[in-house]
């Protein structure tokens, strides 16, 4: 358990469909994550938000929006998606001004496209 | 921009040692981090490096030469639950705040 809980662990969804992807955190951290983790290709950085704002949008295409109503919850919501697009998708949460500002991840959501 | 190599693949024996090298190359550099990801788990913190030298965490160490832009990653004692894949990070400043970008990770197998 290291407190940062997503929501739905699997999801299979067809190109047409829209669905959403939630991440909570339980540690009062400050800023928040959405990762792409691929088979064989490094993590990559998809969006941050630091107190609720966006800092980073890392030329994800605009099939992907996300959403950080509070501190604490932060959404991927997906539409027309390809089938690339198939991914575990990891979201972490860190606090921003500590010493080290470690990353703590959630399980991810493991999303295929047909 | 960041760039970070590590080696795909590590077998090792179970009680033995191994050491996973990073090398890197990034502007701002901010710290080196190491995690550590079973199959379907969350990646997990390993160790922190910002200054050169050694940082010992029980069985695990970590190294980092900056002027070198290399780090490893040392496991000893290796027991079989160490099978899992360990990435490297770099953390660098940019846009107004700290980013990490990761390496493609390296996958250890312990054998008995």
């Known amino acids: 358990e290291t407190g940062v809980t997503q929501t739905p662990r699997h999801l299979v969804m067809g190109m047409t469909n829209k669905k959403s992807l939630k991440c909570e955190q339980h540690?009062?951290?400050?800023?928040m994550y959405w990762y792409k983790q691929s088979a064989k290709k490094p993590l990559e950085l998809m969006f941050v938000?630091?107190?609720?704002?966006?800092?980073e949008n890392n030329s994800v295409p605009s099939r992907f929006s996300p959403e950080c109503p509070n501190s604490s919850h932060l959404f991927l919501h997906l539409h027309t998606l390809q089938p690339e697009d198939s991914a575990l998708y990891l979201c972490a949460s860190s606090q921003d001004g500590d010493n080290t500002g470690e990353l703590f991840f959630g399980e991810g959501s493991r999303l295929t496209v047909l | 921009g960041q760039s970070l190599e590590q080696p795909s693949e590590v077998t090792a024996v179970e009680g033995a040692i191994v050491q996973i090298n990073c090398t890197y190359q990034t502007s701002g550099f901010n710290g080196l981090f190491w995690y550590q990801q079973h199959a379907g788990e969350a990646p997990t913190f390993l160790s922190y490096n910002v200054l050169d030298g050694l940082e010992e965490k029980g069985r695990f160490s970590s190294f980092l030469s900056r002027s070198k832009g290399y780090s490893y990653l040392l496991l000893k004692e290796l027991q079989m639950k160490d099978s899992a894949s360990y990435f490297c990070?770099?953390?660098?400043?940019?846009?107004?705040?700290?980013?990490?970008?990761f390496g493609k990770g390296t996958k250890l197998s312990v054998i008995p």
């Open positions: 990070a770099v953390r660098y400043s940019g846009a107004g705040s700290y980013q990490l970008t």
């Open positions: 540690l009062g951290h400050n800023a």
């Open positions: 938000y630091n107190f609720k704002e966006q800092t």
